[in-house]
């Protein structure tokens, strides 16, 4: 069974950043999409953007050209660089290998 461990996160102010990480406990995003979600309260799960089998990414538009995703396959770990960070940005945050295998979630709260 894989796991997925994500770290980071945390409290920012507005305009700061943040990194999460997810850790995998097998090779895996040589074969699904790793995707981050988020869902902040009172709302739906949304999706965030992905990193595809062959590296190319995508993101939401709201978030796009402020998030980066990556991913290490040497020590199986994927990222979520948040950069510029707005308190429209709070949620916790998911990560996941194709919808199949999810992470914890992590806690982002952006507030002055």
């Known amino acids: 069974q894989v796991q997925l461990v994500q770290s980071g996160g945390g409290l920012v102010q507005p305009g700061g950043s943040l990194r999460l990480s997810c850790a995998a406990s097998?090779?895996?995003?040589?074969?699904?999409?790793l995707t981050w979600y988020r869902q902040a309260p009172g709302k739906e799960r949304e999706w965030v953007g992905a990193?595809?089998?062959?590296?190319?990414?995508r993101y939401k538009n709201s978030v796009k050209d402020r998030f980066t995703i990556s991913r290490d396959d040497a020590i199986n770990t994927g990222y979520l660089q948040m950069d510029n960070l707005k308190p429209e940005d709070t949620a916790v945050y998911y990560c996941?290998?194709?919808?199949?295998?999810w992470g914890q979630g992590t806690q982002v709260t952006v507030s002055s």
């Open positions: 990193v595809a089998i062959d590296g190319r990414t």
């Open positions: 097998q090779r895996i995003f040589d074969t699904y999409a």
């Open positions: 996941t290998a194709g919808t199949v295998y």
